[in-house]
């Protein structure tokens, strides 16, 4: 999936599923169930893109993957109340030429309180699409 396509992507149910299937291991069996190595459970869409206390499940996984949330009022007299969401990474083994400062700032949505879960889900998927790689023992990226 490219970033115009996140971008694009409405709250709802597509977009809660593909956090189930990026973050939670979670992937549809085909008869309306969702499964993962361990365990079946029934379809239920989990409303991380309209939910802050489910979106917060994604931040949580995030911080696993070292990924922080930030969330700054961006909001000029006169204008709708607004919000600059996104993540930043944070990994002290990785060195400053492995970081790209830009990273950051690709991140970032611009939305109303409203639109925060939704928010906190696409920058989710564009972290974990552009995120930074570290380099094995053998010199290779993973």
């Known amino acids: 999936m490219t970033r115009d396509e996140i971008l694009a992507l409405k709250p709802g149910p597509k977009l809660n599923r593909l956090i ?3 973050f939670f291991g979670w992937m549809s ?3 309306y169930s969702w499964i993962n190595e361990d365990y079946k459970a029934p379809d239920v869409d989990t409303p991380y893109s309209t939910d802050i206390s489910a979106a917060w499940q994604v931040v949580r996984k995030m911080e696993q993957l070292n990924w922080y949330l930030t969330i700054d009022p961006n909001t000029a007299e006169g204008y709708e109340q607004r919000y600059s969401v996104g993540f ?11 970081l790209n400062p ?7 949505i611009a939305c109303s309180p409203d639109e925060i879960p939704a928010a906190i889900c696409k920058t989710a998927l564009l972290a974990n699409l552009e995120k ?7 010199g290779t990226k993973n």
């Open 132 to 138: 930074p790689k570290k380099e094995d023992s053998d």
């Open 20 to 22: 189930s299937e990026t």
């Open 102 to 108: 830009l990273t950051y700032y690709q991140h970032y």
């Open 88 to 98: 930043v990474y944070d990994d002290s083994t990785l060195s400053d030429e492995e």
């Open 29 to 31: 069996d085909g008869k």
